[in-house]
């Protein structure tokens, strides 16, 4: 979101340009990319008059609906995953897979639930999550490497 009341709209257009490349080249480099809203395209709003504040709310509704889980009730499980982690992330900001998963059996989570509640939490930014995602005879699956683990986010 930009607001286009405060700078000319030369500058407008180089800020926007500045930022959507910013999260395309950071988007790059991970090895599970993030999902944003229009790729990182700026969208223009005018605070003082209000002039994109209507498709911009419209936008995010769009957006928030076609999300995976909109309108599902979210585990209790998930939420006490998100809780243990949040609780650690001071101390301890980055675990190991074998830690994130030792934390995930403790709250009652499943083996198999890995794949789900790991992409929800990497996608809603509670946990980056640096492992790799691949579907296996039509479940997802979690790729397990050498470098791979979990920093810990805080809100």
Not at 122 to 128: A, K, L, Q, W, Y
Request: aromatic share 8%.
């Amino acid at each position: 979101v930009t607001n286009i009341d405060q700078v000319s709209a030369e500058a407008l257009d180089a800020q926007c340009a500045q930022v959507k490349s910013c999260i395309q080249e950071r988007n790059k480099r991970m090895k599970v990319p993030l999902s944003f809203l229009e790729d990182g395209e700026s969208m223009r709003v005018n605070c003082l008059v209000g002039t994109g504040v209507s498709g911009l709310r419209e936008r995010l509704i769009e957006y928030g609906k076609s999300r995976p889980w909109y309108d599902e009730y979210l585990p209790k499980k998930w939420l006490d995953l998100q809780e243990k982690l949040r609780e650690g992330a001071d101390a301890r900001p980055y675990t190991s897979w074998e830690d994130y998963k030792a934390i995930a059996i403790d709250v009652g989570l499943e083996t198999e639930d890995l794949p789900t509640v790991t992409k929800f939490l990497n996608e809603t930014g509670s946990i980056r999550y640096f492992g790799d995602y691949h579907v296996e005879n039509g479940s997802e699956q979690l790729e397990a490497g050498a470098s791979e683990g979990v920093e810990r986010m805080d809100e």
